[in-house]
């Protein structure tokens, strides 16, 4: 994957970041996860697409295409036994334009949010469920709350 270099930790863009932006991005992203995770993910590609195809679209009967911002494809950890023979290569994919339309309509950090799907997406790996992930994330935002102090 390309190396995303900005001495500012701040991505600015003239034009919407393109598909290799978005690798340097989820490269430099995925470098932030803690290693005793990123140990088992090592056989996990992660592919950036600017959409899902339309069998994912169909299968995931979204609406409209930009109702997805990632997917994880393969077998978690969770459902793989001691004889598991993988079939095909498991994979993450950050799919582009949805995520650039997520970033202008909330006006969050384009790397926040490419970290945020990209863990998302190997929380699924791991086995876990959106309501886990939730779960999860609704007790880190209380616990960095209580840390903050208030204004």
């Not at 900005?6 to 290799?20: I, K, Q, V, Y």
């Not at 095909?88 to 997520?102: A, E, G, T």
Request: hydrophobic share 40%; net charge negative; charged share 30%.
């Amino acid at each position: 994957m390309p190396v995303f270099n900005n001495p500012r930790r701040m991505p600015c863009f003239g034009l919407a970041p393109t598909l290799e932006d978005f690798e340097a991005i989820a490269a430099e992203a995925l470098a932030t996860i803690p290693e005793e995770f990123r140990r088992h993910i090592g056989n996990v590609r992660i592919q950036i697409d600017d959409f899902p195809s339309d069998e994912v679209e169909k299968q995931m009967e979204l609406e409209t295409p930009f109702d997805l911002l990632g997917l994880y494809q393969g077998v978690s950890m969770m459902e793989r036994g001691a004889g598991h023979v993988a079939n095909d290569i498991d994979r993450i994919f950050l799919y582009r334009r949805p995520i650039l339309d997520y970033w202008c309509e909330s006006g969050e950090d384009l790397p926040h949010i490419v970290r945020h799907v990209l863990i998302h997406e190997i929380g699924h790996h791991f086995g876990m469920s959106d309501d886990d992930m939730e779960a999860i994330e609704a007790k880190a935002e209380e616990e960095s709350q209580r840390v903050q102090p208030s204004a």
